[in-house]
């Protein structure tokens, strides 16, 4: 499967909201379509588009389908009462009607399809991309497992659909007294051939990474929400604009 390549995948995409669903709570699922409802750059399970909202904040969402081109574009998005602008501004004030520029899809985490198995792992709303990569390798008929950690069944995106699999797992804060994803152990328990993906909130990617220590590094995917390290901010550098040859 592989996208058009006819439809220009890296020029900013004019777009308008065409859809809001609620997915679990403070968790809604935004539809996004051109104004001509023409077709859109397709993409692969992990990939995320960037979008600029009204308010001029950009932030990047994963996609939740994948194809060789979209009519519609559909990310999850979970209220943040630390917001920066982002999901507050998603969650309280964007509406149905409302036009965005979108940055067409990149892929940061993808799947690699032929894996003797995929061990998934999510925690939150990091089960976008991984929601994702099920459909695919339930698609493909591949071997897969999931282990989903979210506070509550409530707080849980794709609850229902994910539980039709019997390889899906569920960890709920709320019902464990107090424990946690046993990330460890799911690690330890998979063979050696396992590619593990992660995507989740800091703490568990932090016990992820030292849980896959002393594994192949292209056996483990991780997707942060955040930056992992600060930008550097010593130094300087040097811009040089391409048509007047400033240099900044």
Not at 78 to 97: C, E, I, P, T, Y
Not at 119 to 124: H, P, Q, S
Request: with cysteine; net charge neutral.
């Amino acid at each position: 499967m592989s996208a058009n390549p006819a439809l220009k995948t890296d020029q900013p995409i004019e777009a308008v909201l065409i859809a809001i669903r609620m997915a679990a709570r403070d968790t809604n699922l935004y539809t996004f379509a051109r104004p001509d409802r023409g077709p859109l750059p397709g993409a692969m399970p992990g990939a995320h588009i960037g979008v600029i909202l009204p308010n001029g904040v950009e932030r990047q969402y994963s996609l939740i389908h994948y194809g060789p081109q979209f009519s519609e574009y559909t990310v999850g998005v979970k209220r943040d009462a630390n917001s920066r602008g982002g999901s507050l501004f998603m969650h309280d004030q964007l509406r149905v009607g409302m036009k965005v520029t979108l940055v067409p899809p990149r892929n940061n985490f993808p799947l690699k399809e032929d894996a003797d198995l995929s061990v998934l792992l999510a925690g939150g709303i990091g089960i976008t991309p991984i929601y994702c990569m099920v459909k695919r390798l339930v698609e493909l008929k591949r071997p897969w497992q999931l282990h989903y950690s979210s506070r509550s069944r409530a707080d849980a995106a794709f609850l229902d659909e994910l539980s039709q699999h019997g390889d899906c797992r569920f960890h709920f804060d709320d019902e464990s007294a107090g424990k946690f994803l046993p990330i460890a152990d799911i690690v330890a328990k998979a063979p050696k051939t396992a590619h593990f993906y992660c995507c989740g909130p800091g703490p568990m990617l932090a016990a992820f990474e030292a849980a896959t220590a002393g594994w192949p590094a292209e056996q483990i995917h991780i997707e942060y929400f955040t930056p992992k390290f600060e930008a550097a901010s010593e130094g300087g550098f040097i811009v040089e604009l391409a048509r007047s040859k400033r240099e900044l």
